[in-house]
């Protein structure tokens, strides 16, 4: 997690992320002050950078205490599984809905059955948790190691978080197996069972609402095309749904409104990194020599800017 002065640097039009962004201190794992991000050939570029580990159950419960106390009723364990008429059918009972959000992930079962776009060609990514004592550093090794995205290295207090994700039109091997050749190459002592999931890349879609519904999240494609980080975007896009529905439900405001919030907040950075993503996967990936030139071209200025989901150029 970025801290909240570097959200506010990628998302400089976003507003009120202190309140949002003010994470209790013992959910912080360990701080972190730089991304080193290393070529095919070793070379490394450090670039300061602050943000924390965390551990993403006890984040996620966090979340879920902090919508109790603001008056949610929270029921776990519920699949949605279908709407019809209105009406919502779910793993424990059928629900009647002004509007339903979709905050389910990159495959959204919501989004399906609401006809709202769902991200395409989501990449896949597997992670474990390594024992050792690893540096304040979140590293990021670029090559044929992780084809088309990276491997990390994310520490936490004597462990670390640690994973690739590969792209699907340039990996040869299933993702697992480029996980156990990072842990070899660089001789991490997984301690944990390995998880795996997707990761949106094309950038933010539209349209992400209908009368009855909207999607948030990874569900709306709203990642950093750069770097698959997307736990900051999902609670900016979570608390503007929260804003423009409760204004819907209650004074008949526009649903419309939560686009155009997220057009003018979000989307900005999140295509500008979905374009440079673009760029990589055109002239830097698909071989370990492009992939050097192209980094070293580049240079720590520009992979910085990258990071931010900046364009590099001028
Ligand atoms: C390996 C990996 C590492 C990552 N590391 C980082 C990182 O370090 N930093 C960062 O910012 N981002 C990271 N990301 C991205 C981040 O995990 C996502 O962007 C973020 O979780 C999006 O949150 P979300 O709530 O939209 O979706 P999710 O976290 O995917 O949550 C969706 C939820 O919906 C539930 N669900 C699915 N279908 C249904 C259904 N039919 N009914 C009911 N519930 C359903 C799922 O069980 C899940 O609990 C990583 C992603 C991966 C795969």
Known sequence: MPDVSEIKAI????TDLDELFNIPPSLRRRDIGAIRVVTPKGRSYDNPFQGYSTDRDRFDQYLASEAVSAGAELITSC????AADGLYQTSKGTFRAKV????DGPGSRVAREMGL?????PYPAVAAQAKGDFEPVLTMFFGG?????YGWIIPKDGSANVGVGCSPKLADLRPSDYFYRFVETHDLNVTSRISGKYVPAQGPIKPIYDEGAITVGDAAGHVMAVNGGGIPLAMIAGRTAADVLEKHI??????SLYQERLENTIFGPLRSAARTKWLADVFAFGSDFRTEWCMRTLGRRRIS????????FP
């Open 305 to 312: 800017k990258i990071l931010r989901c900046r364009f590099p």
């Open 145 to 149: 190691i992780a084809p088309g995205a």
């Open 100 to 103: 339903i959000v979709g905050a």
């Open 250 to 255: 209650v004074k008949g405001g526009p649903i």
């Open 79 to 82: 699949a949605f599984i279908k």
């Open 11 to 14: 998302f400089p039009s976003a």
């Open 117 to 121: 776009p769902l991200p395409k060609h």
